[in-house]
């Protein structure tokens, strides 16, 4: 069973840039980043295969946004650039049970960190 670890979070600028890092991310799975602000449904920011090969990201975070990983580190990474107020949230990394990934949706994933909040200010 995996046990995700997240980091990075913090206070940040508008247009600054923060790097989330998730510990504990199996190298034999699908890995996604999530994100949850107060009052609105989780929602997923972006996902990438166990090899690293395959990604998807949101229509609001992409190009803004990299997912990767290091799989002799066993972690997970989320590159947020050109931060806006809207991407304040609580964000999660996640694990599914598989290697590939399918839709970028809460109930696709099994295995959850605590979150770390990242907080954006103009």
């Known amino acids: 069973q995996a046990q995700l670890e997240e980091s990075g979070g913090g206070s940040v600028q508008a247009g600054g840039s923060l790097r989330l890092s998730c510990a504990g991310a199996?190298?034999?799975?699908?890995m996604g980043w999530f994100r949850q602000a107060p009052g609105k449904e989780r929602e997923g920011v972006a996902q990438?295969?166990?090899?690293?090969?395959?990604?998807y990201y949101a229509d609001s975070v992409k190009g803004r946004f990299t997912i990767s990983r290091d799989n002799a580190k066993n972690t997970v990474y989320l590159q947020m650039n050109s931060l806006e107020l809207e991407d304040t949230a609580m964000y999660y990394c996640?694990?599914?049970?598989?290697?590939?990934?399918?839709?970028?949706?809460?109930?696709?994933?099994?295995?959850w960190g605590q979150g770390t909040q990242v907080t954006v200010s103009s």
């Open positions: 996640a694990a599914r049970k598989v290697a590939y990934c399918s839709s970028l949706a809460p109930l696709e994933y099994s295995y």
């Open positions: 199996g190298y034999t799975k699908c």
């Open positions: 990438l295969s166990s090899t690293g090969g395959l990604t």
